[in-house]
């Protein structure tokens, strides 16, 4: 009820919102300047990233489907019910339509996104800048979250790259990667490995791993321990 009154405040007074859902209005004020609980900040993480797959799945995807990718790309796991509640409250849906396959133009776009995976877990790499492991990780903070994009040299085991930004965006996975090309310089082809996320699998992160002479590899499908030295 407090969200409703929250996000109709603009059309109307506090007061009125409050009246006709029956709360009281010392109670929505205490709502809205408290701090947000553990859930509730698990909610907006997890929100954030049912936005970017939505997003990258140009408003196909519905619930079932975010749910699975959520599981199985991303290794997060919540129930179906959460992630259609937070979309529902989000205001985002799938697009239904009759059941078809993807067409031959589709289906070669998205295998040429999508990596194999040339690590095959082989972590125990001496010659340094010859693989480099990616991910994106977040920390919650005073200001909200914050989305860390690394890039770890597999012999020396340093950071060799990153970028920070306030979402999880190709942009933060793309500065991290050109970074740490422009600070090792390597001079031959290296393996480039992460997982599946939508920023590693645009067609822009594929463009720039081409333009810095690096070789891309990805974890296999809900193998998210392919990624683990990460």
């Known amino acids: 009820m407090y969200r409703f009154v929250q996000a109709e405040k603009a059309n109307h007074s506090v007061r009125t919102l409050c009246r ?14 408290r701090r ?27 619930a079932p489907r975010i749910h699975a990718e959520l599981r199985l790309e991303h290794g997060i796991h919540v129930s179906r019910k959460r992630v259609a509640r937070l979309m529902r409250q ?7 339509r009759r059941r078809q396959g993807r067409s031959g133009a589709q289906q070669a776009s998205l295998a040429a996104r999508v990596a194999p995976d040339r690590v095959q877990r082989d972590f125990d790499v001496q010659e ?11 920390a919650w903070t005073s200001e909200g979250w914050l989305y860390l994009a690394a890039v770890l040299d597999a012999a020396s085991k340093r950071i060799v790259g990153w970028s920070m930004g306030d979402a999880a965006s190709t942009d933060l996975v793309v500065n991290a990667v050109s970074m740490a090309a422009a600070t090792r310089e390597p001079d031959d082809p290296l393996i480039h490995h992460s997982d599946r996320g939508s920023g590693y699998t645009s067609i822009r992160f594929g463009s720039t791993l081409t333009s810095l002479n690096l070789v891309g590899s990805m974890s296999r499908r809900g193998s998210p321990h392919d990624n683990a030295v990460m």
Do not use: C, N, T
Not at 37 to 55: G, P, Q, V, W, Y
Not at 90 to 96: A, N, P, V
């Open 36 to 62: 947000p609980s553990r859930r509730e900040r698990e909610d907006e993480h997890l929100l954030a990233r049912i936005r970017a797959i939505h997003k990258a799945s140009r408003g196909m995807y519905g």
């Open 20 to 33: 006709v859902m029956r709360v009281a209005r010392a109670g929505y004020y205490a709502w809205r300047d």
């Open 128 to 138: 340094v800048d010859s693989v480099w492991f990616a991910d994106v990780k977040q």
């Open 90 to 96: 989000d205001g985002l849906q799938g697009m239904h």
